[in-house]
T-cell receptor, first 114, second 110 residues
């Protein structure tokens, strides 16, 4: 009964390739996110979708394109991969509670670009 | 976003209480104080959050100063599994995403 799942867990690829990471949440949440954690371990928001509508688009290269086919899925496609794209990518979803928003994170996808 | 300040690292012994401090002197009246933790090789997970009053749940307690400029996450009996990076984050209900700082790396010694 995994809440937020991502595939693949590990991704090793060559520079210049195009790759996708998939994310699914079974929590019924309306809002999903992609975060990037770099080698220095800082977690940064990249994108957020609410009911398939893009609501957050931080300063991210155009090579990164999120796609949300439905509110339970948020995929991340990366074109022309570069060495600097190597990082751990986390998918998350959120829901509104009586005490504010609460976030749920996936296990992460470790991307290594060679 | 209002900023939080946490110590880079802390150490604790197993089965002892741990108090993780967080300063947030520029907190606004609508900011909730959230705590998340990231275990090794895992995604962040929710620990606790509060607005003004102290909060307790099965994982931890959150003590919030009366002026709300600081808070303390309390783990009542640390276990080895509690070794993680703990993030103190301010977020108001209209904010759409969590903004993570560098957090506090907690080491638990057997």
């Amino acid at each position: 009964d995994t809440a937020v799942s991502q595939t693949p867990k590990y991704l090793v690829t060559q520079m210049g390739n195009d790759k996708s990471i998939k994310c699914e949440q079974n929590l019924g949440h309306d809002t999903m996110y992609w975060y990037k954690q770099d080698s220095k371990k800082f977690l940064k928001i990249m994108f957020s979708y609410n009911n398939k509508e893009l609501i957050i688009n931080e300063t991210v290269p155009n090579r990164f394109s999120p796609k949300s086919p439905d509110k339970a899925h948020l995929n991340l496609h990366i074109n022309s991969l570069e060495l600097g794209d190597s990082a751990v990518y986390f998918c998350a979803s959120s829901t509104r509670t009586s005490g504010g928003l609460r976030w749920y994170f996936g296990p992460g996808t470790r991307l290594t670009v060679l | 976003d209002a900023k939080t300040t946490q110590p880079n690292s802390m150490e604790s012994n197993e089965e002892e209480p741990v108090h993780l401090p967080c300063n947030h002197s520029t907190i606004s009246g609508t900011d909730y104080i959230h705590w998340y933790r990231q275990l090794p090789s895992q995604g962040p997970e929710y620990v606790i959050h509060g607005l003004t009053s102290n909060v307790n749940n099965r994982m931890a307690s959150l003590a919030i100063a009366e002026d709300r400029k600081s808070s303390t996450l309390i783990l009542h009996r640390a276990t080895l599994r509690d070794a993680a990076v703990y993030y103190c984050i301010l977020s108001w209900t209209g904010r759409r995403a969590l903004t993570f700082g560098s957090g506090t790396r907690l080491q638990v010694q057997p």
